[in-house]
């Protein structure tokens, strides 16, 4: 019985705890917009974020598949030479191993030295690496490149409608990719800022 009503009493006082913050003007002053929380989620719970790309970018390709005679039909009045897109595809796998394996690396790298002398090092690296994303925006650009190598070997049926298919996916995925990195790249500036730190990081 008491274990109920401690229960209760606690469910009322994280209710009321949270009914008042947010109606204090100070934290809907400093909280994180929805896009920042969604960035941090992500971070946080990577493998269910993989997932869901992967769900979202098979889905593109099954929906190609099942609508192929309307998106045919649209395609050759209105994007005529959308079966090119194909030939993007190499130098977008480049792009996208150039920056997880090169870029991130600099920066992350240039970020931990930048900041190994200061006494707090341990806590702006984990709120860095929390706000930053670049642990997904990583793992993203790798299942990118899965996923574009898995569409040249699935090229060799000589299907070019699925390799069009598979080139459109890809690139928006690589557009989602490149949203990824500026959000990276601003954040790894904002920590180099006392101010711009202290705002993004203590929230």
């Known amino acids: 019985m008491s274990g109920i009503l401690l229960n209760r009493l606690t469910f009322k006082l994280k209710a009321e705890l949270k009914r008042n913050l947010k109606g204090n003007k100070t934290y809907k002053k400093h909280r994180w917009s929805f896009v920042e929380r969604a960035q941090v989620y992500c971070s946080t719970h990577y493998l269910k974020a993989m997932f869901l790309l992967w769900a979202m970018a098979g889905s593109a390709v099954l929906i190609a598949i099942g609508f192929r005679a309307e998106f045919s039909s649209f395609a050759a009045t209105h994007l005529k030479n959308v079966t ?85 996916t890809a690139l928006i995925w690589m557009l989602f990719n490149i949203l990824l990195s500026i959000w990276f790249f601003i954040t790894s500036l904002n920590i180099l800022d006392d101010k711009k730190r202290d705002r993004g990081f203590v929230e």
């Open 84 to 168: 090119k897109l194909p030939e993007w595809m190499s130098n977008l796998l480049g792009s996208q191993l150039t920056i997880i394996a090169i870029v991130f690396p600099l920066v992350v790298g240039l970020i931990s030295v930048l900041f190994q002398k200061k006494s707090s090092r341990i806590h702006i690296q984990s709120a860095y690496q929390l706000h930053s994303g670049y642990m997904f925006a990583g793992l993203s650009g790798l299942s990118l490149a899965a996923f574009i190598l898995i569409s040249g070997l699935l090229s060799s049926a000589g299907d070019k409608y699925l390799d069009t298919a598979f080139a459109v």
